[in-house]
């Protein structure tokens, strides 16, 4: 698997590793997973989870730009990304760091039940 080798000096989201941050303009034409976040009160704030076969093919095209700008804290909206080949693992992560916050992600639309 090509996933990011796990650095100490890489930061962690729910215990998994991520390059950055990073200017979003800057994320990798790779597979993986980012998360487009903002400094609020301190911390980082995730604004964003997103899975895709480009991750910055997909930043740019994404639909939800303008809502990174809204909802910008104390700094610009930047990026941090994990490389994951695989379709599946892109799409379980996306999900848990979307629903493993204790607020929700303001620019991910909500998931739906299937029935």
């Not at 390059?19 to 609020?40: C, F, K, N, Q, R």
Request: hydrophobic fraction near 40%; include cysteine; glycine fraction near 8%.
């Amino acid at each position: 698997m090509n996933d990011i080798v796990n650095r100490a000096d890489m930061p962690a989201f729910d215990g998994i590793m991520f390059e950055g941050p990073m200017d979003i303009a800057t994320l990798p034409h790779s597979p993986g997973v980012y998360l487009i976040t903002t400094e609020a009160s301190g911390g980082v704030k995730i604004l964003g989870a997103y899975g895709a076969e480009d991750m910055c093919q997909s930043a740019a095209s994404n639909p939800k730009r303008a809502c990174w700008e809204k909802n910008r804290k104390d700094t610009d909206p930047v990026a941090f990304c994990r490389v994951v080949a695989d379709a599946d693992a892109r799409d379980r992560l996306s999900f848990s760091i979307m629903h493993g916050r204790f607020y929700e992600l303001v620019c991910n639309d909500p998931i739906g039940d299937d029935f």
